[in-house]
T-cell receptor
Framework: EPEVTQTPSHQVTQMGQEVILRCVPISNHLYFYWYRQILGQKVEFLVSFYNNEISEKSEIFDDQFSVERPDGSNFTLKIRSTKLEDSAMYFC?????????????FGPGTRLTVL | AQSVTQLDSQVPVFEEAPVELRCNYSSSVSVYLFWYVQYPNQGLQLLLKYLSGSTLVKGINGFEAEFNKSQTSFHLRKPSVHISDTAEYFCAVTSVDRTGKLIFGQGTTLQVKP
């Protein structure tokens, strides 16, 4: 069964450094998402992406964040200058279309630790 | 804006016992409702979803949920749990008229004991 994959599973970085989290969505899916979960808190929506453009973003997704689909398979989340409060589990998801009834398929997550 | 509250952070239960995981939501617009499960070291997997029609929704692994509009609830139930059901369960909503952005609850850890 096709699945969303994410690399790395765990990333440790120093405050102020740039990190890139990588995701490979399911191959025929067209909509892509990033969510994050700070330890002990809710899973929060960050951004949705379709046709090489951001469809929607949350207040969390400020200028420090960017997303890109650099090729036909990868979908990346870049944090330009990490802060301590960026430490969280980051989940990538994809769906066939962006409809609200569509099932989003999630990857296993990347745990980001900012020191 | 929407919000989701999962009333129990942890639910311990013995194997073969019934279980209910509670979820309440708040929204000024119509929503669709979802339950996701996360097994250790895996991604979130859809258990079931309510879009319209019958308020009782059946999902995978013997789970079901009932949508109650008057009580703004979407509780998840299983009549007899197995050790393998031990996982984190997330309730989520999305607006009917918006993009697929999911709003999640805090999650409930189901601990099934032998």
């Amino acid at each position: 069964e096709p699945e969303v994959t994410q690399t790395p599973s765990h990333q440790v970085t120093q405050m102020g450094q740039e990190v890139i989290l990588r995701c490979v969505p399911i191959s025929n899916h067209l909509y892509f998402y990033w969510y994050r979960q700070i330890l002990g808190q809710k899973v929060e929506f960050l951004v949705s992406f379709y046709n090489n453009e951001i469809s929607e973003k949350s207040e969390i997704f400020d200028d420090q964040f960017s997303v890109e689909r650099p090729d036909g398979s990868n979908f990346t989340l870049k944090i330009r200058s990490t802060k301590l409060e960026d430490s969280a589990m980051y989940f990538c998801a994809s769906s066939i279309s962006g409809g609200t009834t569509d099932t989003q398929y999630f990857g296993p997550g990347t745990r980001l630790t900012v020191l | 804006a929407q919000s989701v509250t999962q009333l129990d952070s942890q639910v311990p239960v013995f194997e073969e016992a019934p279980v209910e995981l509670r979820c309440n939501y708040s929204s000024s617009v119509s929503v669709y409702l979802f339950w996701y499960v996360q097994y250790p070291n895996q991604g979130l997997q859809l258990l079931l979803k309510y879009l319209s029609g019958s308020t009782l929704v059946k999902g995978i692994n013997g789970f079901e949920a009932e949508f109650n509009k008057s009580q703004t609830s979407f509780h998840l139930r299983k009549p007899s749990v197995h050790i393998s059901d031990t996982a984190e369960y997330f309730c989520a909503v999305t607006s009917v008229d918006r993009t697929g952005k999911l709003i999640f609850g805090q999650g409930t850890t189901l601990q099934v004991k032998p």
